[in-house]
Structure formats: structure tokens, C-alpha cells
């Protein structure tokens, strides 16, 4: 068991939204745009638990494909643009949108995997002897 009496409770949502930690929500999670540091500068915390997988980027597609869908469904049906209009407007909206909400994400599902103590899935060999 750690000692936890030196940091209070942090808020999972705003210190993953925020790219902070998830233990003291000081110190930044994230090294360069998605790669996760070693550790937290500010409490020391081992950043090794951090994984998120695919999770992230299976949420970025739904949520931004959400809206880039129901858009060229009202651009396409109120105004009937030709084709070259519809990839001018969407390839560069949908790249930028997904690149905004993909860091996000990212740090809300590993301060979320930290609050939740979530951890590899492992067999119980004990049971088995």
C-alpha cells in the first residue's frame, strides 16, 4: 500500500482533460504530443501503468465521425455541393478534430486507469497448485 496522506484526491476527468497526473494533478503526463513521460516531475509517480491501447483513438473515431457524418449529411442534403467541396471541407476538419480530441482522451483513459487501480490482466497461478 502507498502512502497517500501527501496527495489529496485529484479529480480523474479534469486532471486527464488537462494532461496532468493522475496522483497529484500537478506534473504534466504527457512527453511531445502523445507519448507518455517515465514519470511525474512533481510526485514521482512510476507512469509505467499507462496504457490506454487503442481506447482513445476508438473513442475519436466515434465521437468525431458523429459530427463529420451529421455534417455532409446537412451540408449534402440542404445545399448539394459537388464532391471536390465535400473533401476540401471534411478531410481537413475531420484531421484537425481528431487531433484535438485525441490527447484529451488519451490522458482521461490513463487517469482513469489510474483511479480504477486497472491494471494487465493476469492468470492466478496460486489457485492452480
Not at 476527468?13 to 514519470?39: E, H, I, R, T, Y
Not at 473533401?87 to 489510474?114: E, H, N
Amino acid at each position: 500500500m502507498e502512502d497517500k496522506a501527501h496527495f489529496p484526491p485529484v479529480n480523474p476527468v479534469s486532471a486527464g482533460l488537462s494532461g496532468k497526473c493522475p496522483q497529484c494533478g500537478q506534473g504534466n503526463l504527457f512527453d511531445g504530443f502523445l507519448s507518455v513521460k517515465k514519470s511525474c516531475m512533481s510526485c514521482g509517480l512510476d507512469y509505467g501503468f499507462a496504457d490506454s491501447g487503442d481506447g482513445p483513438a476508438v473513442f475519436v473515431i466515434m465521437l468525431v465521425g458523429f459530427v463529420i457524418v451529421g455534417l455532409v449529411l446537412f451540408v449534402e442534403l440542404s445545399f448539394q455541393p459537388p464532391i471536390w467541396l465535400h473533401l476540401l471541407l471534411w478531410l481537413p476538419l475531420t484531421v484537425v478534430l481528431a487531433g484535438l480530441v485525441l490527447r484529451p482522451l488519451k490522458g482521461l483513459m490513463i487517469a482513469l486507469q489510474f483511479r480504477h487501480k486497472a491494471a494487465e490482466g493476469r492468470l492466478d497461478d496460486d489457485q492452480n497448485s
